[in-house]
């Protein structure tokens, strides 16, 4: 675009003065929260309470703290710990300065961890009391580390709070969830403050949470659960209720003493919760949306929550890689049977559904998701081969499968590269079978998903041995030695090698072998 004399106005004299004046990031939102509200308390624990403005004078010293030890803008944090507040101050302190935090997953083994950690080589490990005996373990070399506890609040003493501060690029990134790979290892999907700041936006929009709503983040912080919605929740000044995972009892109380903008359950917690609420005889004050991924529960409980909880439930899909968008804007009445769990868009999102030649389907027609907007992620550390196939002219390729309705809704159609959402985890077969195929006695294997009333779906292994004296037992000892422990298969199956149904190519067909199982179950 360009001015009557010609030149193009991001040329004009002051240009690079209006665009700093038109940029935000996490760090401005809070502070500026703090700086409004500083006595409102912004996060509550097991441990402390905090104020805002106690919490803004915290963070600032840490970030100063973390700059004399040497932290620059882009270099990496790894924090691997349970949810504490402290986890909550560093990702605001790397905010500030530019730096990213890489959030690592306490559940895998040793060697997953390692691979998490040495895939985006961190400048500074901070860690956690509970979690120093994995820490022994890790190869970290002279990595400078950190443990939450006296050294922590010794290194927030020596900070200085009053430093001037220069604002970050919103596109800087800031956060690093690990998603695992549809080969084997995961990969660290970079999340920017843009996008955080988008993603808190949706979060407003579409489910009407305000400054006045709790948000309570027991979901673990490697997790967008347990992360993205508590910076969502500082940025626009409400109380992030900071838990140590589910505690059934402790969060039916909750319920009964906050207004909670979203009570995020996954569905091997709704029931216990369910079963506390009335047994100790809550009466919610006031929660505006619960629940996600209505397809892995049975209706019938998800019109049991919504009567008890008083509030809609969330008919979700999205992903770690794209927040809440695409397919995340549609509520459930309260004590409604749904019909059907058609997808709603959400805001800030646009999504094309194309065929293998990326050209729109017609309604009706299944067809893979390609998703833009700010909310999106920026591309997986160290994989420009990923990238570059992922990201399509513009586009991101999500790998679903959806069907278009006439009404503007979308039907998930299951996933391009075949994935198990077991409790909130994403669990992909291919990672479990390459564990499996290591071993010489297992001439092959093929992992599949099963329906399961607790956790929604869960991995089931089918074998072919090439030993005959191959036991259950021994495919349990090596899942369990490689694999973190709601990734190991919950069923082993074995069948004779020529069982196993083939393509044309000798690919097995997992789709068919997932049919036989439950055919053999029913």
């Given amino acids: 675009m ?6 193009p106005y991001l040329q004009q004299p002051g240009s690079e003065a209006i665009r700093k004046a038109g940029r935000t990031s996490v760090y401005r939102l809070f502070r500026e929260q703090a700086l409004r509200n500083p006595e409102r308390w912004a996060i509550e624990s097991d441990q402390r309470r905090l104020t805002y403005g106690a919490l803004l004078d915290r963070v600032d010293r840490l970030a100063d703290a973390l700059t004399v030890k040497g932290i620059q803008h882009g270099q990496r944090i790894a924090v691997l710990s349970e949810n504490r507040h402290e986890y909550v101050e560093v990702q605001l302190a790397a905010a500030r300065i530019g730096a990213i935090v890489a959030c690592q997953n306490w559940r895998l083994t040793d060697s997953e961890l390692q691979h998490c950690i040495d895939l985006v080589s961190p400048s500074l490990l901070i860690f956690s009391t509970r979690q120093s005996g994995v820490v022994d373990r890790l190869e970290l070399k002279d990595m400078p580390r950190l443990e939450f506890g006296d050294r922590y609040e010794e290194a927030i003493d020596s900070g200085v709070a009053g430093r001037a501060f220069d604002d970050v690029d919103p596109e ?30 949706v979060f407003r ?3 009407g949470a305000d400054p006045e709503d709790a948000y309570l983040a027991w979901s673990p912080m490697f997790h967008m659960g347990g992360t993205e919605h508590g910076l969502s929740t500082l940025m626009m000044g409400g109380l992030v209720i900071v838990m140590d995972g589910f505690k059934v009892d402790a969060m039916a109380e909750i319920v009964g003493r906050h207004r909670l903008s979203w009570l995020l359950l996954v569905p091997a917690t709704v029931e ?44 979700t899909f999205g992903s770690t890689e794209t927040g809440l968008p695409p397919a995340s804007g549609h509520l459930i009445a309260p004590g409604i049977h749904p019909d059907n769990l058609s997808k709603r868009m959400s805001s800030l999102c646009s999504m094309r559904i194309v065929d293998a030649n990326d050209a729109d389907v017609p309604v009706g027609v299944v067809g893979q998701a390609l998703v833009k907007g700010p909310t999106l992620f920026s591309g997986y550390w160290g994989a420009p081969e990923i990238n570059e196939r992922d990201f399509t002219d513009g586009w991101f390729r999500m790998g679903d499968l959806f069907r278009k309705n006439a009404d503007g809704s979308v039907d998930f ?3 391009a590269k075949y994935l198990i959402k077991s409790g909130g985890e994403n669990i992909y077969p291919a990672e479990i079978e390459s564990v499996l195929l290591s071993d010489p006695r297992i001439a092959d294997a093929v992992v599949v998903r099963k329906p399961d009333p607790k956790w929604g779906e869960v991995p089931v292994a089918v074998l072919a041995r090439a030993a005959p004296d191959l036991l259950q037992s021994d495919v349990e000892q090596l899942c369990k030695r490689e694999l973190a422990g709601y990734k190991r298969p ?21 789709e068919d072998v997932e049919k036989w199982l439950l055919q053999q179950d029913t």
């Fill in 413 to 415: 159609a299951g996933r």
């Fill in 172 to 201: 800087s990134g800031l956060i690093m969830l690990y998603t695992s790979g549809t080969t084997g290892p995961a990969k660290a999907a970079l999340i920017s403050q843009r996008a955080l700041m988008a993603r808190m936006s």
């Fill in 272 to 315: 216990p919760l369910i079963e506390a609420v009335k047994r100790l005889g809550v009466t919610p004050k006031g929660v505006k949306v619960v629940g996600c991924m209505a397809d892995l529960l049975p209706k019938a409980t998800i019109v049991e929550l919504t009567t008890v909880m008083r509030a809609p439930f969330f008919n």
């Fill in 205 to 207: 929009f579409d489910l």
């Fill in 490 to 510: 919950k069923e082993i199956r074995f069948v004779n090698f020529d069982e196993l149904p083939r393509s044309s190519t000798g690919k097995i067909l997992r």
């Fill in 2 to 7: 360009t001015r009557a004399d010609g030149v």
